[in-house]
């Protein structure tokens, strides 16, 4: 019998199939094009993370659901969702909010402690998407998700995009899609997200964008790289770290250090809430 796509416990190894399916022909295409590929330690690193996440996020979801229920009960609005319309301002909104969010991520210590962990692969490609931070929960990404909920969209469709939102970026992450064309005016590209994971000094801080780069242009915050330009990844240091504890916990033990060091509560808010290093 077919898997039912409707079903997520039957669609999750078709994914997961897939994703190998296309880790495994791109590392082969860079690997016939003579450049750098996969580094299978950080890729393997990028899987204990992951397996991580898979235990992690749900007990996430789990102790957040009383939370994004009080919100929508106290919501100021119904926000219906019966049309295309509906779903189409959604995903504009939620798109605007994911800018926001992800700015703020690299603008801010607490929420980089969590973001970093997505930063830290030296090799962009795709597993590196699938890196993801595990303390959403303590830094507090969840909070951003809660004006559209109070605004009336229903906390499962919010959390829907979220996803839909984040597994679209995944095919973001290779070196082997070129530009395209005019799509590149609108929607966020792998040559966009090379540049915002590219560490070279002029180029941090920029293209936050999730489905659409247009946000980026508006709020000046878009940058390109010129074509054929190789580009440095990662968190700028001399080793990348392979060990999963360390690369999900290290920068909460670097701030907490900091934090420790601040002397009074003003400078740890200070440190806490400042741009990291």
Same mark, same amino acid.
Not at 39 to 50: G, K, N
Not at 78 to 85: A, F, K, N, R, T
Not at 160 to 165: D, Q, S, T
């Given at each position: 019998?077919?898997?039912? $796509?409707?079903?997520? @416990?039957?669609?999750? !190894? ?11 022909? @791109? /590392? ?37 659901? !009383? ?9 100021? &609005?119904?926000? !219906? ?5 509906? &779903?189409?301002?959604? &995903?504009? /909104? %939620? ?17 980089? /402690? +969590? ?7 030296? =090799? ?22 809660? #004006? ?5 969209? #229903? #906390? ?7 996803? $839909? ?8 992450? +290779?070196?082997?899609?070129?530009? $395209?064309?005019? $799509?590149?005016?609108? &929607?966020? +590209? ?31 915050? %878009? ?6 330009? /190789? ?6 240091? #001399? @080793? ?20 420790? =060091? ?12 400042? !741009?990291?290093?």
């Amino acid at each position: 019998m077919l898997p039912s $796509l409707a079903d997520p @416990e039957q669609r999750r !190894p078709l994914v997961l199939a897939l994703l190998l399916a296309l880790m495994l022909a @791109e /590392a082969l295409w860079l690997r016939r094009l003579g450049r750098p590929g996969y580094d299978w330690r950080e890729s393997a690193a990028s899987t204990a993370i992951a397996v991580g996440n898979a235990v992690l996020r749900p007990l996430t979801a789990l102790a957040l659901l !009383p939370v994004f229920g009080w919100v929508y009960e106290h919501r100021l &609005f119904d926000w !219906p969702l019966s049309g295309i319309g509906d &779903f189409l301002l959604l &995903f504009l /909104a %939620f798109d605007l909010l994911y800018y926001g969010l992800h700015r703020a991520h690299h603008r801010v210590r607490w929420l980089w /402690a +969590t973001h970093s962990v997505h930063h830290s692969t030296t =090799r962009f490609n795709l597993s590196a998407a699938y890196r993801l931070g595990w303390t959403d929960l303590l830094s507090g990404t969840w909070l951003f998700l809660l #004006p559209l909920v109070w605004l009336g969209a #229903p #906390p499962l469709a919010v959390t829907a995009a979220f996803a $839909l939102n984040l597994l679209y970026q995944l095919f973001l992450h +290779t070196e082997t899609v070129g530009r $395209l064309g005019w $799509l590149e005016w609108v &929607f966020n +590209t792998p040559s966009h997200h090379r540049v915002h994971h590219a560490c070279e000094p002029e180029l941090l801080d920029r293209n936050f964008g999730g489905v659409l780069i247009v946000w980026d242009r508006l709020f000046g915050t %878009f940058a390109a790289a010129e074509d054929g330009r /190789a580009l440095r990844y990662g968190l700028g240091r #001399p @080793e990348p770290e392979h060990h999963p504890l360390r690369i999900a916990l290290g920068e909460w033990r670097r701030l907490f250090a900091d934090l420790r =060091r601040a002397g009074n509560l003003r400078n740890a808010l200070r440190t806490a809430l400042s !741009p990291p290093a």
